[in-house]
């Protein structure tokens, strides 16, 4: 199956600074999404990002479906960014999604 | 419009007994997902359902989990015999049916196996 890896696994920032996330795929893919998972446990919708650049207020993303990797970008970051980070990957339409381990992010104060 | 929704929030339960999820899905999403997570990793698929039938169950651990969706809408995985494993929480996807095919989770249920 797909495998999906996301880096840095962990991330510490100061409110304000700027981070990139990566998300690498071994696979083409159809379908990629990116998650917000909240010290809730919901998974939020980021983006819907099979390929292309997309930009949702402070949060943009880039996927390169032909070199198989997706960045999720956040600027100026606040402490409600904080939370786990997901990129999950699927290879047609209505399949599974194969999720990466996740980044934890904790913006400071 | 609603999201998708899951009952109950939490579930405890013993070891050996049989257990019921419930996912209503989004209003007009004929394909419906369920999958696992367990504490700090990502979610991993279990079941997924195309109206009526399951399209795709390979995600399924065992013979004990199996799911229904009798209508093509409302969801229910159930877990016989459950064991101290299971315990995680389970969550239910769903989304249009083609493109595009992007995925909106439920707030999960956290099943607790003693």
């Known amino acids: 199956g797909i495998q999906v890896e996301q880096s840095p696994p962990d991330l510490i920032l100061q409110e304000g600074a700027n981070s990139t996330l990566r998300c690498n795929f071994s696979d083409s893919v159809n379908n990629l999404q990116w998650f917000h998972q909240n010290p809730w446990g919901q998974l939020i919708n980021l983006f819907y990002?099979?390929?292309g650049t997309k930009q949702n207020g402070r949060l943009s993303a880039t996927t390169v479906a032909t070199e198989r990797y997706s960045l999720l970008y956040i600027s100026s970051s606040q402490t409600t960014d904080s939370g786990v980070y997901f990129c999950?990957?699927?290879?047609?339409?209505?399949?599974?999604?194969?999720f990466g381990k996740g980044i934890t992010l904790s913006v400071r104060p | 419009g609603a999201g998708v929704s899951q009952t109950p929030s939490n579930k405890v339960t013993e070891k050996g007994k049989y257990v019921e999820l419930r996912c209503d899905p989004i209003?007009?999403?004929?394909?419906l997902y369920w999958y696992r997570q367990s504490l700090g990793q990502g979610p991993e698929f279990l079941i997924y359902?195309?109206?009526?039938?399951?399209?795709?169950d390979s995600g399924l651990p065992n013979d004990r989990f199996f799911a229904v969706r009798p209508e093509g809408s409302v969801s229910t995985l159930k877990i016989q015999r459950t064991e101290r494993g299971d315990s995680a929480v389970y969550l239910c996807?769903?989304?249009?049916?083609?493109?595009?095919?992007?995925?909106?989770f439920g707030p999960g249920t956290r099943l607790t196996v003693l």
């Open positions: 209003s007009g999403h004929t394909a």
């Open positions: 999950a990957v699927g290879p047609g339409a209505n399949s599974k999604l194969t």
């Open positions: 996807a769903s989304s249009l049916r083609g493109w595009p095919n992007e995925q909106f």
């Open positions: 359902f195309q109206g009526t039938g399951a399209a795709d």
């Open positions: 990002i099979p390929s």
